[in-house]
Nanobody
Framework: QVQLVESGGGLVQAGGSLRLSCAASGRTVSNLAMGWFRQAPGKEREFVAAISRGGGRASYADAMKGRYTISRDHAKNTVDLQIHILTPEDTAVYYC?????????????????WGQGTQVTVSS
């Protein structure tokens, strides 16, 4: 069983950047497919980005391409999400999740383990 803890959220002005981090314990992230999702108030949880097990192949939701970058830090055993040019529409709780599949899923129910989330609030 892997435990996930997100960090790095906060209040930021529109146009700014944030780097979210997901720390894993109990398992090495390189052996997991990892995903980031977000959930805004009153909305369903939506896929943001994912990185494949081992090979490090990244995939993004179409709306996230260009401003979001997912990466692994093997030394820290974390998966990070860099977000640039934040807008108020990016305001949400951001969650990381882990899957044992090779190709990372894009649907929440396909992930077995979740972190508690980190709040990102973007002011206009």
């Amino acid at each position: 069983q892997v435990q996930l803890v997100e960090s790095g959220g906060g209040l930021v002005q529109a146009g700014g950047s944030l780097r979210l981090s997901c720390a894993a314990s109990g398992r090495t992230v390189s052996n997991l497919a990892m995903g980031w999702f977000r959930q805004a108030p009153g909305k369903e949880r939506e896929f943001v980005a994912a990185i494949s097990r081992g090979g490090g192949r990244a995939s993004y939701a179409d709306a996230m391409k260009g401003r979001y970058t997912i990466s692994r830090d093997h030394a820290k055993n974390t998966v990070d999400l860099q977000i640039h040019i934040l807008t108020p529409e990016d305001t949400a709780v951001y969650y990381c999740a882990a899957s044992l599949t090779v190709v990372p899923p894009t649907r929440p129910y396909e992930y077995a383990s979740w972190g508690q989330g980190t709040q990102v609030t973007v002011s206009s």
